[in-house]
């Protein structure tokens, strides 16, 4: 199986640590940790053989997608069948990891990454929201993502509308601009 390596600050680590440090000493012990070890669990079967291809939302497409859970993993499925939607992330292998501003198309105007949805992020994790469609064995059958076909899976988890919608949620600047060239 293909290990994958994140190098991530790790405030929340620290944080369950119940540990009061200030951001300098968070980041030293940060630089100390180093990376860490993350396994993919799975891999992604979409129709986007490209990026270009992709839809700017995953809950934009209506295709259909399949989710492999590697075997060693299967027993973790166990009740999904009982979800009608599930949080995918997944590994974003063809971003650009150095850059922190973006321009999405809809607004024109450049932006911090950890403000928008770019793919291209120094950490480039996917969130997806998908309705789940089928469960066949280690295979589930969703629509809603927006990944490259061979994306590595990460992590599966329950969408629940009571804890997770929050329907007074906005992000502004998407609010206060009209489509790049109007």
Not at 48 to 57: D, F, K, L, M, S
Not at 147 to 153: C, E, K, P, T, V
Not at 163 to 170: E, L, S, V, W
Request: aromatic share 6%.
């Amino acid at each position: 199986m293909i290990d994958l390596i994140l190098v991530i600050l790790l405030p929340y680590w620290i944080c369950h640590q119940h540990l009061l440090l200030n951001t300098s000493e968070m980041m030293i012990i940060a630089k100390e940790i180093g990376s860490f070890l993350i396994r993919p669990i799975g891999v992604i079967h979409t129709p986007y053989a490209r990026r270009e291809e992709i839809p700017r939302q995953g809950r934009l497409s209506h295709e259909l997608c399949e989710i492999e859970v590697f075997p060693e993993f299967a027993p973790a499925l166990k009740d999904i069948e009982q979800c009608t939607h599930l949080f995918v992330i997944f590994w974003l292998h063809q971003a650009d990891r150095s850059r922190l501003t973006a321009t999405p198309k809809q607004d024109g105007r450049e932006h911090g990454v950890f403000a928008t949805r770019s793919p291209n992020r120094p950490n480039p994790l996917a969130l997806d929201v998908v309705d789940l469609l089928q469960v066949n064995g280690n295979r589930l059958t969703v629509r809603g993502m927006d990944a490259l076909d061979g994306s590595l899976l990460l992590d599966i988890k329950p969408y629940s509308a009571g804890i997770d919608c929050i329907p007074q949620a906005k992000i502004a600047w998407q609010e206060d601009s009209s489509p790049a060239g109007d």
